[in-house]
């Protein structure tokens, strides 16, 4: 698993699934209406108890492109489910579909932060249906967390979840080109429950 060190924290690139780690939260590639959807969306609903997750969800939508909102992770492993809404990807407007990605993820540390969760888990946000090319995502997503690591805050782990293994290789190349030194022989952060 490439983990990189980035100031007090640490960023992981794995394959596996979003709705399985023990993070303080799993990250949702959410709709503005913060409704059940497909993907890595119905998946998280799935798992965490649609009825439940869809009444936390109802008023805190609608959630614009680019933002995130908070709710209890109800029966995943995570105790909180922070849902991010990214863009649809524009070839038209490529510039816009970077902002608001970035937005998407910002915005989801910055909730983290501001709860003091520790951990968090993403999935590579957009790159399903959406259809944001995962080349093009890794390097905006990368770059967002990076910097957002870089100032002193709760957060110790960013693990992005990459489903398979094209993605994760994609990530991994991503991180090479911006810079991002792998670690060697470290040991996770502590995790909490």
């Not at 059940?36 to 869809?54: E, N």
Request: net charge positive.
């Amino acid at each position: 698993m490439p983990r990189y060190p980035i100031g007090p924290a640490a960023l992981e690139l794995i394959r596996g699934d979003i709705v399985a780690q023990t993070t303080d939260a799993i990250v949702n590639a959410a709709n503005e209406r913060l409704a059940a959807g497909g993907g890595v969306c119905g998946a998280i609903f799935a798992a965490a108890g649609h009825r439940r997750l869809a009444a936390a969800c109802r008023p805190l939508a609608p959630c614009p492109t680019g933002e995130a909102r908070i709710t209890p992770g109800f029966a995943l492993p995570a105790r909180h489910i922070i849902h991010a809404v990214g863009p649809v990807y524009r070839r038209a407007d490529l510039a816009g579909s970077a902002a608001l990605l970035a937005g998407a993820y910002r915005s989801s540390l910055e909730v983290a932060a501001q709860h003091g969760l520790a951990s968090v888990a993403f999935p590579s946000i957009s790159t399903g249906i959406f259809g944001y090319p995962v080349a093009d995502a890794s390097s905006v997503a990368l770059g967002t967390v990076r910097q957002f690591l870089t100032s002193p805050g709760s957060l110790r782990l960013v693990r992005l979840v990459l489903w398979d293994q094209a993605s994760l290789d994609a990530y991994t190349a991503a991180a090479q080109a911006t810079g991002l030194a792998e670690a060697r022989a470290v040991s996770s952060p502590k995790e909490t429950p």
